[in-house]
Structures are given as C-alpha cells and as structure tokens.
C-alpha cells in the first residue's frame, strides 16, 4: 500500500510539472502568437517531439497505472517495489518540480522548449543560471531518474533513458544556437558556468 500510495504521488508530481508547461506555452501563445517552441519552427526540434511526446505521456501516465492496476504486464511490472526507497526518490522529485518553478520565474518571458532560428532572445544568467547553464533540464534529468528509482519496469527505463538522452543532445544543440547567436559572450559564459552540474569553485 505504501508503495502504491509513492507511485501514485509521484504521478501527480509529474502531472503538475508538465500540467505548468502546457499553461507556460499557452500564455506565451497568447503573448506573442508563438507557443514558446512547443511545436518547434526548426525541422530536427519538430522529429524530435515525435520521440519526446510519448516518452512524456508514458512518464506521466505510467505512475497512475501502477499505482492502481493490478496484474501488471512484463513491461509494466515494477523490477522492485520498495517504498524504503520509493519516497525519498518521490521527495526528489518534489525539490526537481519546486526548483524548475524557481527556474522558470527567472526566465519569465524569455522561457522557450528548444530553437526558434527567427528569435533573438536575451541570454538569462542570473539566478540558478549563473550556476548551471541548463538548470531546468538538469532538474527534468533528476526528475526523470526519481521516477525510474520508484517505477523501475522495462517500460519507464526504457522512457528515463530516451528522455535524459534526447535532453543531452537537446542541451548541446542549443548551445551551438546560442554561441551563433550571441558569440564571445556566449562563450565566456560557457567557459565559467558548467552544463548541468555546478561545477566545484578551483583553488587559488
């Protein structure tokens, strides 16, 4: 029971954290006309959606399942069922979603989901991104590996692997866009502020 009860809270957890960005592209929407690059302009950000949009939906929807149905297929049947372990992953992913709403906030306007070639958007350093340069897909990694660490069945690994690989490439595409885009500032702030891990400060 314990553990159902951590596989269906962590249910709601990512139904909230991607509930928040549906609303965030529905706002940008009605802002500027542009959905924040949910769809993407760019030809390889739409292909990728078509790998990322069921990986989500099995992410958000996989939790439910296992939390209420009963017997589960072999895809669907959990390699462990450890509440031991379960809440703590459950309670990292509620600081990932608390942290991405902090994240989010300092973006405010300038949020976007992957590469509009057309918008010249100013560069957000302050904030989580003075530490890391991609804090909100760190924080979507963390969350994602929470996940698997409560829902560890063939089916969730297999959508945690495809969801942390498709955000690593995603994270250095973007770079590449932004080093065109805004050049030696870019670059200066790459070469002081580490990619998803903060990096530790080096001796003097």
């Known amino acids: 029971m314990a553990y159902r009860l951590a596989a269906f809270s962590l249910g709601l957890i990512v139904a909230a954290y991607w509930w928040r960005v549906v609303r965030m592209a529905r706002k ?3 802002a500027t006309g542009r959905a924040a690059n949910f769809l993407p302009a760019e030809p390889v950000g739409r292909a990728l959606r078509i790998v990322w949009v069921p990986v989500v939906i099995v ?3 996989h939790p439910f399942v296992t939390a209420v149905a009963r017997p589960h297929p072999a895809a669907l049947t959990p390699l462990w069922a450890s509440a031991w372990l379960a809440w703590p992953a459950v309670a990292l992913a509620a600081a990932c979603l608390r942290a991405s709403h902090r994240c ?3 973006m405010g306007k300038n949020w976007r989901m992957g590469i509009d070639p057309a918008e010249h958007n ?16 760190a924080l979507s ?5 929470a996940s698997v660490a409560v829902i560890p069945t063939p089916l969730m690994i297999a959508a945690g692997a495809t969801h942390v690989f498709l955000l690593q490439w995603e994270a250095r595409r973007e770079e590449r866009h932004l080093l065109r885009l805004h050049g030696q500032q870019y670059a200066d702030y790459c070469a002081r502020v580490a990619r998803f891990i903060p990096a530790l400060p080096r001796p003097r």
């Open 104 to 106: 989010w906030k300092v």
């Open 141 to 145: 990694q963390a969350m994602m590996l």
């Open 28 to 30: 940008a929407r009605r």
């Open 59 to 61: 992410w958000i929807v």
């Open 122 to 137: 100013p560069l957000v350093m302050a904030g989580p991104f003075a530490r890391v340069r991609h804090p909100i897909y």
